[in-house]
């Protein structure tokens, strides 16, 4: 039996016609809308490992196992791209000075995590995790992780502040003049314009630059054993919270597109994204997670096939297996990085304060203002307490503030409210 069927003649699409996630067009067509899902994907999914220190081409490669291991766990009926998950900027910037292994390894155990969830959703629904964290919740937790990392964001600006501001201005030029793929690809136009002012400016660093010159057309990507350090977990399971929101609001967006009911697959998708975490931890890869970026890509040209997200997934493999690719990019200056990054966090910490405003958090309850506002302090600024011999930064705590202290001050509060029966 074949994975697609061939939609229609496999070359027109009628007006308004869509192709359904088990079917596909010709090859060709389909290769290319696979390739415009890689583009897509390739500015996030680089630059999460640009950021944090960890290998491109080592990313590329377990982002693109990851997509194909998530479509086999989801049995075609989901169609997503598994990218690096910017939520673990955070986590794995502030353990930079940790070996590699035992960065990943949080990733590793992170993964874990979220395939226990997806086990559980599975079995008991979705409602479950919509109960234990509700909009209040995961949108205090997505601000917090962007907005903590602002300072990182400034430094690296003030490393190169002229190219930094023009990488910047030309990311905000992109998003305000260009219409819709390349304004979604904003970011990365405004890293590749940068790269290019800074080597007619002479600002490449020449020892990266030598290494583009010395390292192989093709070669297997660096791996990294996991290490186990409980710190750097501890800082991951922030990270697990908002994957899982994140998640499911990718299965409900998917399921409008597409007309179908995808509440079934809900699990699937988290233990899809699980275990693909997972994979990248064990050799030193990026978290991943489902990509808004590619969801919006099918919503513009209604091609819903998953053969397209296997030939993007195929096209990351590809390019994973070439050193000269990966020491290229890492030619990439810190300044640019910083322009970029000053957009890039920003956007996280307001994504989730469009999750408070989408499901119209109610910031006059003095529970949501007094919880969530101790939480995002406690964050943002990076309260940092050692406990029992282990380092916990201020994501772990704001988010644990916040998961904790919501339920608990929602519990006493509605006690108060309760009549007292009249006495007999």
């Given at each position: 039996?074949?994975?697609?069927?061939?939609?229609?003649?496999?070359?027109?699409?009628?007006?308004?016609?869509?192709?359904?996630?088990?079917?596909?067009?010709?090859?060709?067509?389909?290769?290319?809308?696979?390739?415009?899902?890689?583009v897509t994907m390739f500015g996030g999914t680089l630059l999460v490992p640009l950021?944090?220190?960890?290998?491109?081409?080592?990313?590329?490669?377990?982002?693109?196992?990851?997509?194909?291991?998530?479509?086999?766990?989801?049995?075609?009926?989901?169609?997503?791209?598994?990218?690096?998950?910017?939520?673990?900027?955070?986590?794995?910037?502030?353990?930079?000075?940790?070996?590699?292994?035992?960065?990943?390894?949080?990733?590793?155990?992170?993964?874990?995590?979220?395939?226990?969830?997806?086990?559980?959703?599975?079995?008991?629904?979705?409602?479950?995790?919509?109960?234990?964290?509700?909009?209040?919740?995961?949108?205090?937790?997505?601000?917090?992780?962007?907005?903590?990392?602002?300072?990182?964001?400034?430094?690296?600006?003030?490393?190169?502040?002229?190219?930094?501001?023009?990488?910047?201005?030309?990311?905000?030029?992109?998003?305000?003049?260009?219409?819709?793929?390349?304004?979604?690809?904003?970011?990365?136009?405004?890293?590749?314009?940068?790269?290019?002012?800074?080597?007619?400016?002479?600002?490449?660093?020449?020892?990266?630059?030598?290494?583009?010159?010395?390292?192989?057309?093709?070669?297997?990507?660096?791996?990294?054993?996991?290490?186990?350090?409980?710190?750097?977990?501890?800082?991951?399971?922030?990270?697990?919270?908002?994957?899982?929101?994140?998640?499911?609001?990718?299965?409900?967006?998917?399921?409008?597109?597409?007309?179908?009911?995808?509440?079934?697959?809900?699990?699937?998708?988290?233990?899809?994204?699980?275990?693909?975490?997972?994979?990248?931890?064990?050799?030193?890869?990026?978290?991943?997670?489902?990509?808004?970026?590619?969801?919006?890509?099918?919503?513009?040209?209604?091609?819903?096939?998953?053969?397209?997200?296997?030939?993007?997934?195929?096209?990351?493999?590809?390019?994973?297996?070439?050193?000269?690719f990966g020491a290229l990019v890492s030619t990439i200056p810190t300044g640019v990085l910083g322009g970029?990054?000053?957009?890039?966090?920003?956007?996280?910490?307001?994504?989730?304060?469009?999750?408070?405003?989408?499901?119209?958090?109610?910031?006059?309850?003095?529970?949501?203002?007094?919880?969530?506002?101790?939480?995002?302090?406690?964050?943002?600024?990076?309260?940092?307490?050692?406990?029992?011999?282990?380092?916990?930064?201020?994501?772990?705590?704001?988010?644990?503030?916040?998961?904790?202290?919501?339920?608990?001050?929602?519990?006493?509060?509605?006690?108060?409210?309760?009549?007292?029966?009249?006495?007999?």
């Amino acid at each position: 039996m074949a994975l697609w069927t061939v939609h229609g003649d496999g070359r027109h699409l009628a007006e308004g016609d869509s192709v359904a996630p088990n079917e596909r067009l010709t090859w060709p067509r389909t290769i290319s809308f696979g390739l415009q899902h890689a583009v897509t994907m390739f500015g996030g999914t680089l630059l999460v490992p640009l950021l944090t220190g960890l290998e491109p081409t080592t990313a590329l490669l377990f982002s693109g196992l990851g997509t194909l291991l998530f479509l086999v766990i989801t049995r075609n009926r989901v169609p997503c791209y598994l990218g690096s998950s910017q939520t673990y900027v955070a986590p794995l910037m502030a353990s930079e000075a940790a070996p590699v292994g035992g960065r990943t390894g949080g990733l590793l155990i992170s993964g874990v995590l979220i395939t226990m969830v997806g086990v559980a959703v599975k079995a008991l629904g979705a409602r479950l995790v919509e109960s234990i964290m509700p909009p209040v919740v995961t949108g205090a937790v997505v601000i917090l992780i962007g907005f903590h990392l602002a300072p990182d964001a400034v430094k690296s600006f003030n490393t190169q502040p002229g190219l930094a501001a023009l990488t910047l201005l030309a990311v905000l030029l992109a998003t305000a003049l260009l219409r819709g793929f390349l304004s979604r690809i904003a970011v990365l136009i405004g890293v590749v314009i940068g790269w290019v002012l800074a080597a007619l400016s002479g600002n490449l660093d020449p020892v990266r630059m030598a290494a583009v010159h010395s390292a192989d057309w093709i070669g297997m990507p660096p791996f990294a054993a996991p290490e186990f350090q409980p710190e750097i977990v501890l800082s991951m399971l922030p990270a697990v919270i908002v994957l899982v929101a994140e998640n499911l609001g990718h299965v409900k967006a998917v399921a409008a597109m597409t007309g179908r009911n995808l509440d079934g697959s809900a699990g699937d998708v988290l233990i899809g994204n699980g275990l693909a975490t997972a994979l990248a931890g064990s050799g030193g890869g990026c978290g991943t997670t489902t990509y808004a970026e590619n969801i919006g890509v099918m919503a513009a040209n209604r091609v819903f096939s998953t053969a397209a997200y296997m030939i993007a997934a195929v096209t990351a493999l590809l390019l994973a297996f070439s050193p000269k690719f990966g020491a290229l990019v890492s030619t990439i200056p810190t300044g640019v990085l910083g322009g970029a990054s000053m957009v890039l966090f920003g956007l996280i910490g307001l994504v989730g304060v469009r999750i408070w405003m989408e499901n119209k958090i109610d910031l006059t309850d003095p529970v949501n203002l007094m919880v969530g506002g101790v939480a995002l302090v406690a964050g943002i600024g990076n309260l940092t307490l050692t406990v029992f011999g282990a380092t916990i930064g201020g994501i772990a705590w704001g988010s644990l503030m916040i998961i904790v202290l919501h339920p608990v001050m929602r519990g006493l509060s509605n006690l108060r409210k309760t009549p007292t029966p009249p006495a007999d």
